[in-house]
């Protein structure tokens, strides 16, 4: 995901989402955060599925373009672009919940099919 490692609403907001969708966040997954504007380096060997809240392709160099929110399949992987988690958050005290309603679909038919 993008943003600040030490921000601890956003990792615990993460965290309830992956627990969510069935996954322990120290057991089950592998979580990275990457400062905004700095690029990363992301091999999908030995990675099942990837949730990738927000970072364009390039930036974790990828010579691909991800469809937001859609599964893509690319050799052993399944990755998932959705928004930063930074917009979901937002809508935590907001009535409407739109954008989170959409991942919450989105991961449940990515998890469970």
Do not use: M
């Amino acid at each position: 995901y993008e943003g600040d490692e030490t921000d601890e609403s956003i990792k615990s907001f993460l965290h309830k989402i992956l627990n969510a969708i069935g996954l322990e966040p120290e057991k089950d997954c592998f979580v990275k955060a990457l400062p905004s504007g700095t690029k990363g380096k992301i091999a999908l060997r030995g990675i099942k599925h990837l949730i990738n809240f927000g970072i364009p392709a390039e930036r974790l160099g990828w010579k691909i373009k991800l469809p937001l929110y859609e599964s893509v399949k690319i050799g052993d992987s399944q990755l998932l672009q959705v928004e930063s988690l930074s917009v979901y958050y937002s809508e935590i005290n907001s009535k409407s919940r739109v954008k989170s309603g959409h991942l919450w679909q989105v991961l449940k038919n990515h998890f469970h099919d």
